[in-house]
């Protein structure tokens, strides 16, 4: 049910001017053709008839903009009404003005207007009984409760059904408005993955392309050029090869065609550290892995959750990559370390320090990318200078939850 129109603020609605209308344009018909419901009593002159008319016609204007004015209105109307001769469309428009007060008056007048018709029904019924002791008051009684309790009843079902279906649709919309913001949530989240997983894949190979192809154009010796264009040749196929990977992916989600690669993994880090080695062979950098995982006990990443360590293999990654465009010359120090059961910890250092030769630009997303990652599997990083023995380092640490359990947690 659709709520009404509301009328314009100072005016009646246009259905209560009909009402209105109708009502008093009856009314006078019935007068004129002497169509009373009996004589006046107490000798009121006929016409005062015609003023409890007009005063209803007046209420029912006002039914729906001020209910409880137009029933203070009818009620006096109705009095004079019934002192004054009776007009049937007096009556009438007063079963209105009641449903009116009740369907569009306030909560507590909805709640207190039937009440209050009964009391008068049932109190009319017991003072008649009292003085006329006739059972005729008896239908009597019926048509007051005809003109009060019925209508004002009725107005209270039409209420709760307006009411309820006015709850149903809020509760349609804003379960839309949840649907909407789950879906718009949902896009976000897949396109920063989307945006992580792009950046992990091509950043490392452009970064050293970037490098060498700098090198090349600045460094004047043939030798170092045909390395540097074989670098950039090979990384260029290796990203290519990737991001072709990546596009199949995104177009086939299905799996339907080419099969996906394999998910990185904390097993392929040796190759990860060969890679750097080649594509940080010029700018004075050597790069060292040390896994703790393979001398403590706690295994080679065994249990290992695919999560963790597909993040643990990004970070190492990106770190990786970082280093290659920021890094001093010097040594890139890459460590794995997991107490049995506990956190797995991945940790790279690299000199901090300025560099002489080019460097790639940096635009800091690499690191958003990287505490994404950890955030979503509720573990901790850091990442920024530090001073220690060496000197001083840019250090990148991550702490991640060990095991699928945990992870879920």
Not at 10 to 34: K, N, Q, R, T
Not at 90 to 104: C, P, R, S
Not at 231 to 257: F, H, K, T, W
Not at 266 to 272: C, F, I, N
Request: charged share 15%.
């Amino acid at each position: 049910m659709t709520a009404r129109p509301l009328a314009a603020p100072g005016l009646p609605h246009p259905h209560d001017a009909l009402i209105a209308g109708c009502g008093l344009l009856g009314g006078l018909l019935l007068w004129l053709v002497h169509l009373h419901g009996g004589p006046p009593l107490f000798g009121q002159p006929v016409w005062l008839t015609l003023v409890a008319l007009t005063a209803m016609s007046g209420a029912e204007l006002i039914r729906r903009t001020a209910p409880m004015t137009a029933l203070t209105v009818a009620i006096l109307a109705l009095a004079l009404d019934i002192c004054t001769g009776t007009l049937i469309a007096t009556v009438l428009m007063f079963t209105d003005v009641v449903y009116a007060a009740v369907l569009y008056g306030s909560p507590t007048a909805a709640r207190r207007v039937p009440l209050y018709c009964v009391l008068v029904t049932v109190l009319s019924t017991v003072v008649l009984l009292a003085v006329w002791r006739d059972p005729q008051v008896l239908m009597f009684s019926i048509a007051i409760a005809l003109g009060t309790i019925v209508p004002a009843w009725t107005g209270v079902i039409i209420r709760n059904h307006r009411d309820a279906a006015q709850t149903a649709r809020l509760r349609a919309e804003q379960t839309a408005l949840l649907a909407e913001m789950d879906r718009t949530q949902a896009v976000a989240g897949e396109r920063a993955r989307m945006a992580r997983e792009l950046h992990d894949l091509v950043a490392n190979h452009l970064s050293a392309i970037a490098i060498h192809s700098t090198a090349a154009q600045t460094i004047d010796d043939p030798a170092a050029t045909r390395e540097a264009l074989g670098v950039i040749r090979e990384n260029s196929v290796q990203g290519l090869a990737e991001m072709r990977r990546l596009i199949g992916l995104l177009r086939d989600p299905q799996g339907s065609g080419e099969q996906p690669a394999a998910t990185p993994a904390l097993s392929g880090v040796d190759a990860l550290i060969a890679q750097a080695r080649t594509n940080g062979a010029g700018s004075g950098l050597a790069f060292t892995l040390d896994d703790a995982r393979r001398t403590d006990g706690a295994g080679s990443g065994a249990g290992l959750a695919a999560p963790v360590e597909l993040a643990a293999y990004r970070i190492v990654q990106e770190s990786l990559t970082n280093a290659l465009k920021h890094a001093a010359p010097g040594e890139v120090r890459v460590r794995l370390a997991q107490e049995r059961g506990g956190m797995l910890t991945v940790s790279v250092s690299s000199p901090f320090a300025d560099r002489p030769g080019p460097r790639a630009p940096g635009s800091g997303t690499g690191l958003v990318g990287m505490r994404e990652r950890i955030a979503l599997l509720g573990g901790t990083f850091q990442a920024g200078p530090e001073s220690g023995p060496a000197g001083r380092v840019w250090l990148v640490r991550a702490a991640l939850p060990a095991t699928e359990e945990e992870e879920q947690r």
